[in-house]
């Protein structure tokens, strides 16, 4: 059962336009010649069974868009929302909290020294750990919070209802965290550490009106995240807040 549902899966993603078109001729001819071919009181009866099958297929069609939808933004390696889920989230929320003034915070999160476990232990060692980091983050924050796969070595967090120092205070938990997970005999059990940067909506929005910027907040909150998680690698094994001595 499975195989045949991969087959008309993928047959469908390769003729899709050709397939609905050809439906809905097939459905015209019914609607056309029912009652040449039945009595009237038949012809019902016909009639229900359209409909039956019609929403069936409505119901089948709107789950595999749907399923199309979430594989979209889901990374495949972790199962977490990917990055243009992220923006999608983002865009949202920003215009929510600009209007209610509430507070929110994004971290970027980047795995110190990566490339070097990639190059001794390899790429399959590699994305155990990614996958693993995921774990623990995932784990380790709110129902309300989303942690994203920014893309490579890389997440991000985002924090509705959280000030910059709640979250960095969160983060900094997680660092703890990675720092003292055993990632098991793919990596010799080596130490992995991880960098962060938070930044605020407040902190952005201070900003905004201090330099009378004009730029997204969407952007800018990612600019400023992003900044702050560079201040952080500096040193490695650090979380830096974006008001702690980031030029912005």
């Not at 902190?203 to 201090?210: F, N, R, S, T």
Request: some cysteine; charged content about 25%.
């Amino acid at each position: 059962m499975k195989k045949i549902v991969q087959i008309f899966t993928k047959l469908f993603m390769s003729h899709a336009p050709l397939i609905l078109s050809l439906l809905g001729v097939l459905l015209w001819l019914l609607v056309y010649f029912i009652y040449w071919f039945f009595p009237m009181n038949q012809a019902r009866w016909v009639w229900l069974s359209v409909v039956v099958i019609l929403i069936f297929n409505g119901v089948s069609l709107g789950e595999f868009v749907k399923t199309l939808a979430v594989k979209g933004y889901t990374d495949s390696l972790t199962g977490l929302p990917n990055k243009g889920f992220m923006y999608l989230r983002l865009n949202i929320d920003m215009e929510k909290y600009a209007k209610q003034q509430k507070e929110y915070s994004l971290a970027m999160i980047d795995i110190d020294r990566f490339k070097n476990i990639n190059d001794t232990y390899g790429h399959l060692a590699g994305d155990k750990v990614i996958k693993e980091i995921a774990d623990i983050l995932r784990k380790n924050v709110r129902a309300s919070d989303e942690v994203i796969r920014w893309g490579g070595e890389e997440y991000a967090i985002l924090l509705p209802e959280t000030s910059e120092e709640g979250a960095a205070n969160l983060i900094e938990r997680i660092r703890n965290l990675v720092e003292n997970h055993d990632f098991g005999p793919e990596i010799a059990s080596q130490k992995v550490t991880i960098s962060a940067g938070v930044v605020s909506y407040k902190k952005l929005e201070e900003v905004k009106v201090k330099e009378n910027r004009l730029t997204n907040n969407t952007d800018l909150i990612v600019n400023f995240s992003d900044q702050a998680l560079y201040q952080a690698k500096k040193t490695r094994n650090t979380v830096c807040r974006f008001s702690q001595g980031v030029t912005a």
